[in-house]
Each structure stands twice: as structure tokens, then as C-alpha cells.
């Protein structure tokens, strides 16, 4: 099963101005998608960030990859290492820092699922199998709320109005609970001051008691800070992800914090593991296979945490069907997945590259699909519409901070704010 083709294609969707520490959502998410084809005309599909320094290098690679056996990652990781060399492609989002390892195995990701995919077509097994066999039947997600604007400026409200104060995020919860019955809360915090974001969290525990709650400011608190709302929210969550930045801040946290910290943005890389476990400053790692390299790679950090007694959960950014249906079958894999995954996947409003029909919320969580490789199918209309917006839309990189300032100059993304 040799690579003949690779296909890497640009596509933006419509994205509701969601608040975070770094600023607000532009109207229009980038992902790129990637579609691998064989000498025998089998094809597997990857999804990856959008941002153009990134989207450069997945190009290069992909030309770099024609040749190679689906079989062979460690070839294509070589392959691959020795194009990116020592270039750190742009930082995404609140994803911590960039790296040299890291931009690679952010590269190597989505030709690994896509090749995950064929392999698992080819041998008629969904992909789950290929990690090891599933350990679940479905995998649990959490409501993921933002504060958010009503639309974005100058535009219409989208359906899911505003939410800028506790009222409204509780409101929120309803919605998305309503629609996809989650059994597990998140909020996004980072953006009020932390009293406001403390009373957010005890209006959800009131309006949803038994439900687990997790706050995610984004490393916007000092450690002082962070030590406040930690012991202010006693007994009312699960964890408190990424409150301070750096390993030995979050180190100070925990040791003064009752509830376990999980990071999405401290421990990004494999060369973070060591130093974090030492100190102790994680309980939960949010594990996002979009940068630790792949389903595999990541297959092996989850049992790193096993043997190091952290937890696990799944971190998520603004993303489509195929990332999710690889997040899905990933967890599903994942024997010491103690909490519910995040995912984006409500703020795509249905909007998606993959057919209908594959991927469904039951409950909260998303059955496996049933097909063999990761069960998606492309639909090339949609396909093609995402990448014409994405042509016409503008955007090259995602840029929260710069948008957030053309409604507010005096915004600083600056961490720790509070
Ligand atoms: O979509 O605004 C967002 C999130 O804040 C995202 O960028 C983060 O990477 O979801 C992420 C997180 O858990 O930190
Ligand atoms: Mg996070």
C-alpha cells in the first residue's frame, strides 16, 4: 500500500464569536484537510490546523511522503523531521508553547490518521482496532461553553445568543445539554474577572448538581490567583485546567489546591513529562493527538500517564467530523480515559466536511463509528464550498487577539491578567 497522491486542502467554516483569554473567535475557523490515496486506489483522510505557516509545511511534507508505504510512520516521521528541521511553525491558539517537536508532530498527525485510515479500510477494522481495541462502545463528551457575544459585530445573532454573565452560561448549558445531552460541563474562563467566573461555576452546580464542572482560564491567573479560586471552589470540580502558567506555577496550585489541575498548555510535548511529573504540578493531562503526534504516539503517552498515575482527558480545538471521528476512536482505545473529552463540535452549528450520518451524540457521547478505518466518508460538495469560503474569507492564520482589538484597542492577551 504505497502513497501515490496526497491531497491537502484549505477549508474555513463559520464560527460564532466565542471569548477566551487570548480575545474572541474570528467569523470564520480554519482546518486543512488531508486525503491520502494508494497504488490501489484506496484513500484516508486527515484534519489538521489551518494556519498558513503550518498549512506550508503539511504541503511540502505531503509531496515529501509520495512513495512510502502506509506501514512505514517511522519513515514519514524521519521524512517529515527532516523537512520541518528547526522551524517552529505558528503557535495555534491556547495550546501552549510551540516547539521544535511539537511542530513536527503536528505535521506527522494528520498523515498518520489518514494512513490509520486506509489501513483500517484495507483490512476491514475500524481504526480503534488498530490502538488496541476498544474499551467502550461510545465516547463521553463535555458541554463546552464559552462566554460569547451575540453575533459577531455588524452581523446577525446566531442561534446561541449571548452569554456574558452566570444567567447566561447557565442558559447555555441548557441549550447544548437540550440538544446533545451531555453528562459533563466545561467552561471557558479566562475572560471575566475570576469572581464572576467563580459565580458562573456555582450557578452551573446549583442549576445541574451531580454534573461534573471543570473552569479552563487559559493560565490568564497568577498563582495567587489561582490559589483563591482553587479553594473557593472546593468540592465543586473536577478539575481546574491550566489556571497559571509554566510548570512551576502550576506546581504552586496544586500544592494548595483541593481539586486535581489539568493542563492542556504546560505539558504539550513528551520533554514536558518528566519535569511535571517531579513537581507535581499536573493531575489530569489533556491529551490532543492533533499535536502529540498522532493516534499511536498518543496511544503511548496515555500509558505513560497510567504508569505515572495521572488522569485523562482530551483537549479540543475549533475542529470538523474527521478530527472528531479520530478523537472518538482514540478514547475509545484508551483503558485509563477517566474524564469526558472537549470537543468544539456544537459550534459548528452542523456545519461539516464529512457526509452525514457516521457521527452521532448519544447521551453526551459519541458512538464509535461503525465502518472500518475511522468510518467517515469525504463529502466533496461540502468539501469544495469550505474551500472556496476558505479562498474568499481572507483569514490565513487564527489571530483571536488582533480581532478582539478591533472592538476593544485597549485589550491585552497579556497572561497572567488577574
Ligand atoms: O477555542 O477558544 C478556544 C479554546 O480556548 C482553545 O483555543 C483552547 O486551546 O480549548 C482549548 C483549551 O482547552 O485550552
Ligand atoms: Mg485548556
Redesign the pocket.
Known sequence: MIIRQIHVTPVAFRDPP?L???GV?EPWALRTIVEVVTDEGLSGLGETYGDLGHLSKVRECAAALVGVDVHATHEMYARISAIIGDVVTDMH???GVATQEKSIDRVFAAFEVACLDIRGKAYGVPVVDLLGGRVRDAVPYSA?L?YKWAGHPGGEPDRFGAALDAAGIVEQASMLIKEYGFASIKL?GGVFAPSEEVEAIIALREAFPGLPLRL?P?AAWTVETSIQVGQALEGSLQYL??PTPGIPGMAEVAAEVPMPLAT??CVVTPEHLPPAIAAGAIGVL?LDHHYWGGLVRSSHIAALCDTFGLELSM????HLGISLAAMTHLAAAMPNLTHAC?T?TPWQNGQDVVAPGALRFIDGAVPVPDGPGLGVELDRDALAVMHEQYLACGLTARD?TTYMQRFEPAFSARRPRW
Request: glycine residues 4%.
Open positions: 466565542l477566551n483569554a487570548a473567535h491558539g491556547l495550546t463546552y464559552f471557558k479552563d487559559n485546567e491550566d492542556n498548555m489533556l483537549h479540543s480545538n475549533s472537549d468544539h483571536d
